[in-house]
């Protein structure tokens, strides 16, 4: 059983940084690949990066890509995303997820998630 917990949530103001981070436990994650997805209060959860934890290979929404950016530490069982420019559309709780094998975007089907982490960014 992963075991997935956030932190590093708050609230900025827009155009702010904020970095997430998500303490892995359980069993080894060489083969998962571990993701951020996010869920605001009138939308579905949408689907941010991934990593793939052995290569570190990375894939990301196009929302997000280029302000955002996952990362992880093998050493560590860390998992990242550093948020840069952030907008007030950015708001929601942002949740730390894992799945064994590879990643689909929005049709991950995610095996463990963490318990959310909220970030609001006001204008």
């Known amino acids: 059983q992963v075991q997935l917990v956030e932190s590093g949530g708050g609230s900025v103001q827009a155009g702010g940084s904020l970095r997430l981070s998500c303490a892995t436990s359980?069993?080894?994650?060489?083969?998962?690949?571990m993701g951020w997805i996010r869920q605001g209060t009138t939308k579905e959860r949408e689907f941010l990066a991934s990593?793939?934890?052995?290569?570190?290979?990375?894939d990301y929404s196009d929302s997000v890509k280029g302000r955002f950016t996952i990362s992880r530490d093998k050493a560590k069982n860390m998992v990242y995303l550093q948020m840069n420019s952030l907008k007030p559309e950015d708001t929601a709780v942002y949740y730390c997820?894992?799945?064994?094998?590879?990643?689909?975007?929005?049709?991950?089907?995610?095996?463990?998630w963490g318990q959310g982490t909220q970030v609001t960014v006001s204008s």
């Open positions: 359980g069993p080894t994650l060489d083969n998962y690949s």
């Open positions: 997820a894992a799945v064994f094998g590879l990643t689909y975007y929005q049709h991950t089907p995610w095996n463990y």
């Open positions: 990593i793939r934890w052995t290569t570190g290979l990375t």
